[in-house]
């Protein structure tokens, strides 16, 4: 039965203006039934409608609010059964007093936190000041250093492959999977590595992860207890310091010179040492080969670890590539974490981790808790995409894209903002380093240029505690050569608007 036009509302007795806070709209989606159910629940809720207040009768009711009686008698019959109102025979509908009775008279304050809980709250907020938060998800093309190119993605690849194995239903497709990862996807990474990267390890030893991030998270679960200390590079990679410091591990920076982390800057006691040494993070220095045996006779002296995070290593323009950590280290003190997020694009959401042998069984435990390894079907997708050759094909490409790219940025840079900052080649990665004037704050810097629209990362969000020279990351992968002269233009415009230290104007 359809509801009848509303007509306008003639308000009698008391029922009738507790009635009037009632407003249905007919254009909704919601059935009208739904609408009064929901507003007759909250009045009483909120104590608009007392208990034992009578409701007017569904006769009323329809004439008032303008609908079917099915609708009124609907909306009571739920709200009856759910205890709200009570029926009388012969005497209507009143308010039930089962939910108004447990509600309380005013706001009450809420118990205290644990002092776990306070502890963790506290460093929450800690962690989300420290996050950097520069970024458009809408801009397919900005200066963002973790961008990469979108329409580079082999699609048409990727989606056969998909649907490939998107219609299995064996237990291994739909299952909850193999918490070390799929296997097939194991071993083509483990092939992958060993010609790739040099690294030799087996498929036993790799774990598939939600990207770097759940590797990192996992591993400070699994090696480090609250108070341990963690060194971590200064300016350092900001997500692998954060998952420490989610911990409650105290951090201590390192120095970074021209062959990498410093060793002798760090504390001895120190449990975790986590480092970039293939393109150190921001800088894009490379560790030395000396440098890479003093930290792995550190791990070893002092029995400690070390967490490599092999970031943009196949992303190299020119120059030698250098062994991992994790194959010079006979020890078993290194950890390798490595991910497609870069070479692929971040969504796709894998990573892996290369573990010393008696590591991995405890590693899958503590992920299995954490979190359970991605979907089986993205694995699967990837498995092949390695094991057909595909991603060599496709970092041959991006290899070559990229290097267009950063060739063009930085001819522009130096046309349009060469007194703005200075920009110098890199031989891997996704970024340059903009170098500005002593006097400017970049991290205000930053921020005045993204609410222009303009997004990139200041350095001074990586620092830890030495004090760094102004700088910001300047992304070049997700921006195409052709468009980088109006791209860079859009910069060096916000950049006339920002006050002398680096702020927007008001």
Not at 88 to 109: F, H, I, S
Not at 264 to 292: E, F, I, K
Not at 456 to 463: F, K, N, Q, S, V
Not at 491 to 501: N, S, V, Y
Request: with cysteine; proline share 7%.
């Amino acid at each position: 039965m359809s509801d009848p036009p509303a007509r306008p509302r003639i308000m009698k007795g008391a029922g009738g203006r507790m009635l009037a806070a009632v407003e249905l709209d007919r254009g909704s989606a919601l059935p009208l039934h739904l609408q009064l159910y929901r507003q007759l629940r909250g009045l009483i809720l909120d104590g608009t409608l007392p208990p034992e207040t009578r409701l007017p009768s569904t006769r009323t009711l329809v004439a008032e609010l303008g609908v079917s009686r099915l609708t009124v008698v609907t909306a009571f019959e739920q709200l009856t059964a759910e205890g709200f109102l009570r029926a009388r025979q012969g005497d209507g509908t009143y308010v039930d007093a089962l939910w108004t009775a447990a509600m309380a008279p005013a706001p009450v304050a809420r118990p205290q936190l644990s002092e776990r809980g306070a502890a963790t709250s506290a460093r929450g907020a800690s962690l989300f000041s420290e996050a950097p938060h520069s970024w458009d998800p809408k801009d397919t093309e900005s200066f963002v250093p973790s961008q990469v190119a979108a329409s580079a993605f082999p699609a048409g690849v990727w989606r056969r492959l998909l649907a490939r194995h998107a219609a299995r239903t064996d237990a291994a497709a739909i299952g909850y999977g193999d918490p070390h990862g799929y296997e097939p996807l194991r071993q083509a990474i483990a092939d992958y590595l060993i010609d790739v990267r040099g690294l030799s390890c087996g498929a036993e030893q790799i774990v598939v992860t939600s990207g770097a991030q759940q590797a990192f998270n996992v591993l400070a679960v699994l090696l480090l207890d609250p108070a341990d200390t963690v060194l971590v590079e200064d300016p350092g990679h900001i997500s692998g310091r954060l998952a420490f410091q989610s911990q409650g591990c105290r951090v201590q920076g390192v120095p970074v010179d021209d062959a990498g982390a410093v060793v002798a800057g760090g504390d001895p006691s120190a449990r975790l040492a986590y480092l970039t040494p293939s393109r150190q993070h921001p800088l894009g220095t490379v560790m030395s080969p000396a440098r890479r045996r003093e930290w792995i006779a550190w791990a070893q002296a002092h029995r400690s670890w070390i967490v490599e995070d092999d970031c943009d290593s196949e992303l190299r323009y020119h120059g030698t590539l250098l062994p991992p950590l994790f194959g010079l280290d006979q020890a078993r003190h290194v950890i390798y974490v490595g991910t497609f997020s870069k070479v692929l694009v971040p969504s796709l959401r894998l990573g892996y981790v290369v573990l010393p042998h008696d590591l991995v069984e405890p590693f899958t435990s503590a992920c299995s808790v954490i979190g359970r390894t991605p979907a089986t079907v993205m694995q699967a997708a990837l498995a092949d995409f390695l094991a057909e050759g595909h991603l060599h094909t496709h970092l041959r490409r991006t290899r070559r894209l990229y290097a267009a790219r950063q060739d063009a940025l930085l001819e522009q840079l130096d046309a349009q903002l060469a007194h703005r900052l200075t920009a110098r080649s890199v031989a891997a990665g996704l970024h340059v380093m903009g170098w500005l004037e002593a006097s400017v704050n970049d991290i205000d810097c930053a921020r005045g240029l993204a609410r222009q629209g303009v997004f990139t990362y200041p350095l001074g969000e990586y620092r830890v505690q030495r004090p760094l020279p102004p700088a910001l990351l300047i992304g070049f992968a997700g921006t195409a050569a052709e468009h980088m002269a109006r791209a860079v233009a859009r910069m060096a415009e916000a950049f006339e608007r920002l006050e002398p230290g680096g702020a927007a104007e008001a």
